[in-house]
């Protein structure tokens, strides 16, 4: 099951489903991309935290929903974990995930279609899934990205885990914290951008975007409207004046 619950002016996002250490069945997956959707779009929420009951983040895919697998069924099932992977990348407000115990499969897709990675000492990351007779698809293409292409083809064509130590030297998360403070530290990251201007953070990750997936010249436009389109809405103004009466 998928518990989405409010912290302030955070949405926390729970992977709850401990007993098969958090596994998403379509069910779930479906339920997580509505979570993360509806927390993309309202505007009370400034931040989103997405985590694991302990003690995993999520296992990837229950097995399952692969054993009984047709090609229909499972276009639906990656369809619907594509959408997920999607709100939390085109989600205009920052996304963190706490990383624990396991995080795999379909679950390290969507740590990586998020801002932020967060991971306790000893978590292992993996794609298991050319394990299983099927490649590695959707947001995997993201590992490259954070990890570089060496790294990323050792990850997807080995199917073996890496630990978080070893993760963050890849450059795959952006910290290793202590297990008692995870969640904290998730929140500490959140904490440090949504102290600013949300229209500003938004457009932010819309430029993010438009880097990974447009050509130089026309990101190079996309963000010189980005930065006009800030100044008609006085804010930046504002903000200047007050930090010269702050000298």
């Known amino acids: 099951m998928i518990r989405a619950e409010r912290e302030g002016d955070l949405a926390l996002v729970r992977i709850d489903r401990p007993e098969k250490r958090n596994a998403l069945t379509l069910a779930m997956i479906e ?67 706490a990383i624990q115990g396991h995080c795999f499969g379909g679950a390290l897709e969507l740590a990586c279609a998020c801002d932020f990675r967060v991971a306790a000492p000893g978590a292992l990351l993996a794609m298991p899934e050319v394990a299983l007779g099927i490649p590695s698809v959707i947001d995997a293409a993201l590992i490259e990205r954070h990890a570089g292409a060496g790294r990323a083809r050792e990850l997807i064509l080995t199917a073996e885990p890496v630990a978080a130590e070893a993760a963050l030297a890849w450059g795959l998360v952006n910290r290793v914290v202590p297990e008692d403070r995870l969640l904290d530290a998730c ?21 993010f975007s438009d880097w990974d997936n447009l050509p130089l010249d026309e990101a190079i436009q996309h963000s010189k409207e980005a930065l006009v389109a800030s100044f008609a809405g006085g804010v930046p103004q504002r903000l200047a004046q007050e930090r010269m009466r702050s000298r």
Not at 33 to 60: E, N, Q
Not at 198 to 205: D, E, L, S, T, V
């Open 31 to 97: 339920s997580l991309r509505d979570a993360l959707r509806d927390a993309g779009a309202d505007p009370a929420v400034r931040g989103v935290l997405v985590c694991g009951t302990p003690p995993s983040t999520c296992a990837g895919v229950d097995l399952a929903e692969f054993a009984g697998g047709t090609p229909d069924g499972i276009l639906r099932l990656i369809d619907a974990l594509g959408d997920a992977c999607a709100a939390a990348r085109r989600c205009p407000k920052p996304v963190a995930m």
């Open 187 to 207: 929140r500490e990251l959140l904490g440090a951008v949504v102290r600013h201007d949300p229209a500003a953070i938004g457009r932010q990750k819309r430029l």
